[in-house]
């Protein structure tokens, strides 16, 4: 029987995160990265369980008091201790398959900071500690030696992986393997029949290698949402152009065309050393009966919530400020990481 990797808009039991602490780059902004992440395990806890990893004793203790005092649900709240280097759950996270008859397992696969640029001792043994700890229950877990964050991929639940080359062929990662091996190996284990390579699209200040989950993201079998640019005198118009002219020229599995949903551009933003934080609204995350949305005190946050309002009319948008999570080059998709029922 064939597990596949069910899309991210299918019933899940909980969401992952990993709560940042002292010993991470997030030291110096604790105070203002926190509230973020509270925030995020709230608007989770109200639709499904949340999975909160702790560094510590300590930082357990504090994401408890956070995260309950903000109203979140004890019964919907689960905290473990595990060490970790950073807080990056999509990509230090289980990928979790399932099969037909329900049954399900986890992938464990190979982390190393996005091509060897930061450590990753913690983050790389961290599913395979949570799941000795008896975090994810009795699901079985199969450890790989490819190396693959799951911010690299998005599942359409139907056969069809959408990923980047500039991301799966870095030659820090698997330089091994050529395009077609990798093709390959992703069908295989994540039971896919087939997988769509972008060559174009980026956003300055990412350190991911065009991460797919910030530039386009499956919606449902035939709609794709992805990050556009309007503005001819930005960096980013050129090879956002060109990204949507080859996501218009993919066709779907039955040979139709897919539905594009253009995201509004938010206005450039730098950090204090003159560095352009990484803004995308296709970092958005879907949980059962929500999507919860990055915004950026911009004017284009209303827009992206309208947009994803016509495209998930059954869910509630949820907007969560992450201006601090990109100071650290990421988003709310890149901080969560789901575990389908």
């Known amino acids: 029987m064939t597990f596949t990797l069910p899309a991210e808009w299918a019933p899940q039991s909980a969401v992952q995160l990993t709560w940042p602490h002292r010993d991470t780059d997030w030291a110096e902004r604790l105070p203002l990265v926190l509230p973020v992440f509270t925030q995020i395990a709230l ?25 309950l005092d903000a109203g979140a649900s004890p019964d919907r709240c689960h905290f473990v201790v595990a060490p970790s280097n950073d807080s990056w759950a999509r990509d230090h996270g289980p990928l979790t398959l399932r ?11 190979g982390f190393n900071a996005w091509g060897l640029k930061f450590a990753a001792d913690r ?31 998005d599942s359409d639940g139907a056969g069809t992986l959408l990923t980047t080359s500039a991301c799966l062929l870095s030659p820090n990662r698997n330089p091994q393997w050529s395009r077609e091996e990798i093709s390959a190996r992703l069908c295989e284990y994540l039971g896919a029949e087939r997988v769509l390579w972008l060559e174009s699209g980026y956003l300055e200040g990412d350190d991911t290698d065009a991460h797919i989950d910030t530039l386009a993201r499956f919606c449902s079998t035939d709609t794709i949402a992805y990050q556009s640019c309007d503005d001819p ?25 897919y539905h594009l949903v253009p995201l509004p551009w938010p206005r450039a933003r730098y950090d204090e050393a003159g560095t352009r934080l990484p803004l995308s609204y296709a ?24 947009r994803l309002a016509e495209v998930f009319p059954q869910r509630e948008v949820v907007p969560i400020l992450c201006l601090e999570l990109a100071r650290q080059h990421g988003s709310l998709h890149c901080v969560t990481m789901q575990i389908p029922s």
């Open 43 to 67: 608007a989770i806890s109200q639709h499904e369980d949340v999975l909160l990893v702790c560094h510590d004793t300590e930082s357990l203790a504090e994401a408890r008091a956070r995260v």
């Open 99 to 109: 099969a037909p008859d329900g049954r399900r397992r986890l992938l464990d696969f």
């Open 123 to 153: 983050d790389n043994l961290l599913t395979r500690r949570l799941h000795q700890a008896g975090a994810y229950g009795d699901l079985p877990l199969r450890t790989l030696g490819m190396i693959l964050e799951g911010g690299s991929i």
């Open 233 to 257: 005198d930005d960096n980013h118009f050129a090879p956002l152009q060109q990204m949507a002219a080859e996501l218009a020229g993919f066709p779907r599995a039955d040979g139709g065309a």
């Open 283 to 306: 970092n958005f995350l879907i949980i059962n009966g929500a999507v919860l949305l990055p915004t950026y005190d911009d004017a284009a946050d209303a827009v992206a919530m309208e």
